[in-house]
């Protein structure tokens, strides 16, 4: 009874601030006043998330061991688009594998990958790469594009001369799942089960990037439920920063 009296106490503390006042000079309150104003849970909503039989990861899902001449790389091409098999089965961050036909040769040189991630923005992400493999940190959900440039080949350890050979490039899926909306604090993601186990939810959203990172990885039968504290859209800072005119 005493949080309703209270919730209904701030109402009206809100109408008061919100309704013009017939200055010109009247005050604009910032969106952070008015929450701290408010119980956080006001403008938030709980939004539950679920994965079903999320497949393992697999590295060469987008693209299956193209092979980029080493011999153009020397001539000075910069970069080489890749072609692209097929589509990530849910969103997820992306992992690259540079081989070469000479074993223990080290690589260099960066993948960009340009497509949509998991809430609907349009992404462009550069992975840096400096050995065998390279992981991302963005989940997309589809992407348009996919290119390597590659800086430098260093010559076989055991001798051989790697301008002469071919590297051989993978782009698949790795294990960071994307959230369907945006989280601000890691803590927004509160409840995680994992094959209708509750397991820890610290540190295993990533607020950056909108992504989760379970404890136990995808192995085709695994399923996974989680919940989110998502901040009302009416009152993100990213659409509305003041509450009075």
Same mark, same amino acid.
């Given at each position: 009874?005493?949080?309703?009296?209270?919730?209904?106490?701030? *109402?009206?503390?809100?109408?008061?601030?919100?309704l013009?006042t017939?200055?010109?000079?009247? *005050?604009?309150?910032?969106?952070?006043?008015?929450?701290?104003m408010?119980?956080?849970t006001?403008?938030?909503?709980? $939004?539950?998330?679920?994965? $079903?039989?999320?497949?393992? =990861? +697999?590295?060469?899902?987008?693209?299956?061991?193209?092979?980029? %001449?080493?011999? @153009?790389?020397? =001539?000075?091409?910069?970069?080489?688009?890749?072609?692209?098999a097929?589509?990530? !089965?849910?969103?997820?961050?992306?992992?690259?594998?540079?081989?070469s036909?000479?074993?223990?040769?080290?690589v260099?040189?960066?993948?960009?990958?340009?497509?949509?991630?998991?809430?609907? &923005?349009?992404? &462009?992400?550069?992975?840096?790469?400096?050995? *065998?493999? @390279?992981?991302?940190?963005?989940?997309?959900?589809y992407?348009?594009?996919?290119?390597?440039?590659?800086?430098?080949?260093?010559?076989?350890?055991?001798?051989?001369?790697?301008?002469?050979? +071919?590297? %051989?490039? +993978?782009?698949?899926?790795?294990?960071?799942?994307?959230?369907?909306?945006?989280?601000?604090?890691? &803590?927004?993601?509160?409840? $995680?089960?994992? !094959?209708? #186990? =509750?397991?820890?939810?610290?540190?295993?959203?990533? #607020?950056?990037?909108?992504?989760?990172?379970?404890?136990?990885?995808?192995?085709?039968?695994?399923?996974?439920?989680i919940?989110?504290? @998502?901040?009302?859209?009416?009152?993100?800072?990213? &659409?509305q920063?003041? $509450?009075? +005119?």
């Amino acid at each position: 009874m005493f949080k309703k009296l209270f919730l209904m106490l701030m *109402v009206l503390i809100m109408l008061f601030v919100l309704l013009p006042t017939g200055k010109a000079n009247a *005050v604009a309150w910032p969106v952070d006043t008015i929450r701290w104003m408010m119980p956080k849970t006001a403008f938030y909503e709980t $939004v539950p998330m679920e994965w $079903v039989d999320v497949p393992t =990861a +697999d590295p060469n899902l987008i693209v299956v061991s193209m092979h980029v %001449s080493t011999a @153009a790389l020397v =001539a000075g091409t910069t970069g080489f688009t890749l072609l692209i098999a097929s589509q990530t !089965d849910y969103p997820r961050n992306y992992t690259c594998i540079i081989s070469s036909r000479a074993e223990g040769a080290a690589v260099v040189g960066s993948l960009e990958i340009i497509g949509t991630d998991s809430i609907g &923005t349009a992404r &462009t992400e550069t992975i840096a790469i400096s050995s *065998v493999t @390279a992981s991302g940190n963005y989940p997309f959900a589809y992407v348009t594009s996919v290119r390597v440039t590659i800086t430098s080949i260093a010559d076989n350890p055991d001798g051989g001369n790697l301008q002469s050979t +071919d590297c %051989s490039i +993978d782009v698949g899926t790795g294990v960071k799942m994307g959230l369907c909306t945006n989280i601000y604090e890691t &803590t927004d993601v509160f409840t $995680v089960l994992e !094959d209708g #186990a =509750a397991t820890d939810p610290s540190g295993k959203a990533n #607020a950056t990037y909108n992504t989760i990172d379970f404890a136990s990885d995808p192995d085709a039968s695994k399923d996974y439920e989680i919940a989110i504290r @998502a901040p009302m859209q009416k009152w993100s800072p990213a &659409t509305q920063t003041t $509450v009075n +005119d």
